[in-house]
């Protein structure tokens, strides 16, 4: 029955002869409910109105316009990934729209001055003459150092977007924890049109360069809390499509923006203001859009039992797995809030500078999360991030137009071909990652994209290399150049498969609930320093000296920076092998027992992982059994039965006795 039909057939009033009671934790009063009439209350209303135990009346915590009333399971986690996957399309469309910004002809050569006007086959754009002033509005190396303003114009060395993207991630992951995931998507929301509205208003390069650094916090802020929102509505055994299709949305605003700025590119013959300024004030609609929509959905269920809100948990949880499947929702909120007890036991030190510090031994202050091991993850998300750029994306991004010119394209059609680049690398190769990743694993989708796109830079830079010996015959170094610019094409349908969304998707599902906004702040830092070293465009090489990797490799080795790609795929398959445990088909709050070992290396945390689901055999089938995965026992949560003491916290471990003098690790939360 509709909740909105329960909700006139009964009222909010005790029982005759009660006192009032009323529940402030969440600033709300909860009170019992009694029926008008004489009609049992049907069974079918618990998931509708009441929670778990049909004591709170839900209308009372979530808003009636709350779609999580509306709909529940599958059409309830469709309505959330589309959402999700909103704000992930602006991060694309936000990377993707400044390529086609940075070669107009007004914002280059007349606005910012950083270029003059290049007039070559029918494609009217500038070419870069000071790539220092350039770099420091698009993209450099990460000094944290703006509190002097000019030198943000000055120097090539800071990136104002990554600076900023850097900054709203942490910002975004510490006021994830303490107001929710839906406020900081909103916060996010606002922050980009702020800054977006900026950029398109520019009309200089410090308005530009303090206009990109709002903008970059803004991204940050929506980038580090969206796969953790998702991650945490999503089931276990679908989290990875989950936030591959969101992916696969990421993409599509990078062809959006790519086609929308070639289009406007022939506005006025290039000259027009409208050719940059329409396509970054585009990225407000869908900002916009998500600001307007977003408090409609539910918060995620898991923050909501960190913060003690379990009422709430439990009727979201309860409408995204379904009323048919009564007994599994509330094993798993049991779980998340038998986890969340044992989490914050395991210390008081959170912040990010103790999640980075806790790698270090004990004795000079690290450690401080004991079997957590917060420390390692944090290692291992930062890492993960900066393989994925120097894996080869961002030197086939930037340089690829450069790729095809070896083929003997014009610039005009050099430009279209990357287009189509783009959407091949949307419509077929994200979208394997849909059906593969939850199949395959994260480890093993790492493995054979780093096998395809490794093969692909040792080719490409070959083919590359062999135009570039042939400049006089022509036939020989357009042949050449092609088979060079094909395998760029399947080096991006290797990446779009495999190394674009695990790197996003592993920091949101390994964490404590605790810290997970938080960790997976730590991995947008990965992606910030990862793109900070590489994507800074240097042309022509003759000018100022670039201290960032990738521009002086181009202009030192040029097609060799290939096989360096080359060999950092096939050098991170042994890293993935021996440090980045398998998170796939598991829940999130397994993963405390996945990195109990103290031991780094993935064998251990396995054999560790087994030697727990030996010695508890329902554990890793209490979703299955509707049971708990840990009991909630006082002083450290200690695992059930024949966990030898274990705690996930440090100092824990203690057993508690029932009065009868029996062992208390046999007793479930109910």
């Known amino acids: 029955m509709p909740a909105s039909v329960l909700a006139r057939r009964y009222k909010r009033v005790l029982p005759r002869g009660e006192q009032r009671e009323a529940d402030t934790s969440n600033g709300k009063k909860l009170t019992k409910l009694t029926k008008l009439t004489s009609e049992p209350i049907p069974s079918s209303s618990s998931f509708d109105l009441y929670d778990f135990t049909g004591n709170c009346f839900i209308m009372d915590l979530i808003s009636k316009h709350n779609i999580v009333h509306r709909y529940e399971k599958r059409k309830l986690l469709i309505a959330i990934n589309c959402v999700a996957g909103l704000a992930i399309f602006f991060f694309g469309y936000d990377q993707g729209m400044m390529g086609s910004v940075n070669v107009s002809i007004d914002y280059g ?7 003059d006007v290049l007039l070559q086959d029918g494609a009217n754009q500038v070419e870069v003459q000071n790539s220092t002033l350039q770099g420091g509005i698009v993209s450099s190396a990460l000094l944290f150092v703006c509190s002097l303003f000019r030198l943000l114009i000055a120097t090539s060395k800071v990136s104002v977007y990554y600076l900023g993207t850097l900054v709203g991630c942490l910002l975004g992951g510490w006021i994830g924890e303490k107001v929710g995931r839906i406020k900081v998507m909103a916060l996010g929301a606002v922050w980009g049109v702020i800054g977006a509205s900026l950029q398109t208003s520019a009309m200089n390069a410090s308005w530009m360069i303090c206009a990109r650094l709002v903008n970059g916090i803004g991204t940050g802020m929506l980038n580090v809390i969206v796969p953790v929102w998702a991650t945490e509505t999503a089931s276990h055994t679908s989290r990875g499509q989950f936030v591959a299709i969101e992916f696969t949305l990421n993409i599509f605003g990078v062809v959006v923006a790519y086609w929308l700025g070639f289009g406007c590119s022939f506005v006025d013959n290039g000259f027009s203001p409208f050719v940059w300024r329409f396509p970054i004030a585009f990225q407000i609609l869908p900002l916009l859009f998500l600001l307007g929509i977003v408090f409609f959905f539910p918060e995620s269920p898991r923050w909501l039992v960190k913060v003690g809100r379990e009422a709430e948990a439990r009727y979201i949880l309860g409408r995204l797995r379904g009323e048919d499947e009564y007994g599994l929702a509330e094993a798993e909120f049991q779980d998340i809030r038998n986890i969340a007890e044992l989490e914050k036991k395991s210390g008081k030190s959170n912040s990010y500078f103790h999640m980075l510090w806790d790698i270090m031994p004990r004795r000079i202050g690290g450690g401080s999360s004991g079997n957590l091991h917060i420390g390692r993850r944090v290692q291992l998300v930062i890492w993960l991030q900066i393989l994925q750029e120097w894996i080869g994306i961002a030197g086939v991004t930037i340089y690829a137009n450069d790729i095809f010119s070896q083929a003997g394209y014009s610039v005009f059609k050099s430009r279209w071909i990357a287009g189509i680049n783009d959407i091949f690398y949307m419509k077929f190769s994200t979208l394997i990652a849909v059906f593969t990743l939850d199949r395959l694993g994260r480890r093993v989708t790492l493995y054979w994209g780093n096998i395809v796109m490794g093969i692909s830079m040792f080719l490409s830079g070959g083919f590359s290399a062999l135009a570039q010996q042939n400049q006089n015959n022509e036939s020989k170094r357009a042949a050449y150049g092609a088979a060079g610019a094909a395998f760029t094409f399947v080096f991006t349908a290797g990446f779009g498969a495999t190394w674009l969304t695990v790197p996003w998707l592993y920091p949101a599902e390994i964490f404590p609930l605790q810290v997970r906004a938080k960790g997976n702040a730590w991995g947008v830092v990965g992606w910030s320093i990862g793109n900070g070293w590489t994507r800074t465009r240097l042309k022509p090489p003759s000018h100022s000296p670039q201290t960032l990797l990738l521009p002086i490799m181009f202009q030192n080795i040029a097609e060799k920076t290939f096989y360096v790609f080359g060999a950092c795929n096939f050098i991170s398959i042994p890293i993935v092998w021996a440090f980045y445990p398998e998170s796939n088909q598991r829940t999130l709050e397994e993963m405390d027992l996945l990195f109990a070992a103290d031991s780094p290396f993935n064998w251990a945390a396995e054999k560790e992982f087994a030697r727990l689901k030996a010695e508890n055999p329902d554990l890793v089938q209490a979703a299955q059994r509707h049971q708990s995965v840990v009991s909630g026992v006082e002083g450290g949560g200690a695992l059930r039965k024949g ?28």
């Open 109 to 115: 050569a007349y606005r910012m001055k950083y270029g």
């Open 643 to 670: 966990s030898r003491g274990m705690s996930m916290v440090p100092g824990a471990g203690k057993e508690k006795r029932s009065e009868d003098g029996s062992d208390g690790r046999d007793e479930k939360v109910a």
